[in-house]
């Protein structure tokens, strides 16, 4: 069976009519609840837990046996397929994550080839197929990837560090080094995807998290370029049924038209914008998701509820196109009784508008 009982989610990102709106969050598995703690030591590191796809599978689980969550999504990381091409990825407490090998050189950049992703992330696939067994129909899975750019600005600069200054100047000096990385992770993401799809994926999404950084000429050209080749690459059905795409661009605020006009089906945002203006943008061409400010998960239960009414009345009463998020993860400190507030009060007051 491959349409899930709960499919609300699958339906809003097809402008299909819901019951109410749906929700999940960014990093709705981690390190905010205790259980994650507790597999992540029995694992070893947070490295470990995501090459098991067991351990993988059972942190997915978490936050929906505790949340109304309308969907799962894969237990991972984005930086798997660069350490997959080889460049040796490690977390560090104090510095997140860290590349062995980033590349600097010509040569390392002439040498990166595509992974096979049934062999290198073999894992990842396991796992996709290890969670939907678990969930046995009750909801969609998400499979995910970082966009060509984002991956190529951890690959670059090695890390986190330094606004991604590294990749920022090579791409003035040497742009046919940047397209050509950018060419093998665009290749390397639609393989990845696609083989996710297979394993069973229900819908995928795209994190531009740094693309927000560039200049909008730079923008287009280093990121939407290459955003756009994925989406053109993606299997569009499998067993009949729509696999829909979201693409995440924080910062992308700017360039929303742009965005929406890259074929994906839904478009993240983060919560610099009114998601009531950006419907107004292009709510006719694309789904939207989010995009509640995450640190209001941080305050109280009153301005849980009201943030959250605040974003769906800006999204106007409609049963259509709105997946409930926030503008990015889930903050490491929130109270886990909160996420229960807002996934609650999503569900409440969109239904309650909706006569349901
Ligand atoms: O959303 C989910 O619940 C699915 C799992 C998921 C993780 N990372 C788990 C994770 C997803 C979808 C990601 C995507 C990801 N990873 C992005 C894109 C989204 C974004 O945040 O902008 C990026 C840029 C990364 C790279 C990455 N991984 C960073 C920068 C860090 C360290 C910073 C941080 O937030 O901890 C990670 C580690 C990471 N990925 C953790 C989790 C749960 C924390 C690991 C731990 O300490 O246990």
């Known amino acids: 069976m491959n349409r899930p009982r709960n499919d609300n989610f699958l339906r809003a990102l097809l402008r299909q009519p819901t019951d109410y ?8 598995a981690g390190r905010y609840l205790p259980e994650y703690g507790e597999t992540r ?23 929906l046996a505790r949340y109304r969550l309308d969907a799962a ?4 990381d984005i930086l798997t397929v660069p350490d997959a091409m080889g460049l040796g990825l490690y977390f560090s407490e104090s510095e997140g994550p860290r590349f062995e090998r980033p590349l600097r050189e010509e040569w390392a950049i002439r040498d990166l080839a595509v992974p096979d992703p049934g062999e290198h992330l073999r894992y990842v696939m396991d796992a ?20 060509p750019f984002t991956l190529a600005c951890y690959m670059v600069e090695g ?3 330094n606004e991604f ?29 696609n083989a996710q799809i297979e394993s069973g994926a229900q819908a995928v999404m795209l994190f531009d998290s740094w693309g927000g950084c560039l200049s909008a000429a730079a923008y287009r050209e280093f990121s939407l370029a290459y955003t756009q080749r994925v989406v053109a690459g993606l299997l569009r059905e499998k067993d009949g049924q729509r696999v829909p795409s979201i ?3 924080r910062g992308g605020g700017p360039w929303l038209e742009a965005i929406a006009a890259c074929g994906c089906d839904a478009l993240g945002l983060d919560w610099t914008i009114d998601i009531g203006a950006a419907r107004r943008r292009v709510g006719e061409q694309v789904a939207l998701q989010g995009n509640l400010d995450p640190c209001a998960l941080l305050a109280s239960p009153e301005a849980i509820v009201r943030e959250a009414r605040a974003v769906l009345d800006s999204f106007g009463p409609s049963d259509t196109g709105h997946v409930f998020n926030l503008g990015h993860g889930v903050p490491r400190f929130t109270p886990p009784e909160h996420v229960a507030v807002l996934v609650d ?10 006569g349901k």
């Not at 030591?41 to 098991?52: I, M, N, P, T, V």
């Not at 999504?73 to 991972?76: A, G, K, N, W």
């Not at 969670?131 to 990837?145: D, H, N, Q």
């Open 21 to 28: 709106t749906p929700v999940w969050l960014m990093r709705q």
């Open 41 to 63: 030591k029995r694992a070893g590191s947070f490295l470990q837990l995501c090459k098991s796809p067991a351990f993988s599978c059972e942190v997915t689980l978490q936050p």
């Open 73 to 76: 999504i894969l237990f991972s």
């Open 128 to 147: 996709v197929a290890e969670i939907r067994r678990a969930l046995a129909g009750a909801v969609p899975l998400i499979g995910f990837a970082g966009s």
């Open 159 to 161: 890390g986190a560090g």
């Open 165 to 193: 200054a590294r990749i920022r100047t090579m791409l003035h000096e040497r742009p046919d080094l940047v397209h050509r990385i950018l060419s093998i992770n665009a290749e390397a993401v639609i393989r990845y995807l």
């Open 247 to 249: 693409v995440f661009a």
């Open 345 to 354: 009060e999503v569900h409440d007051y969109s239904g309650r508008r909706r």
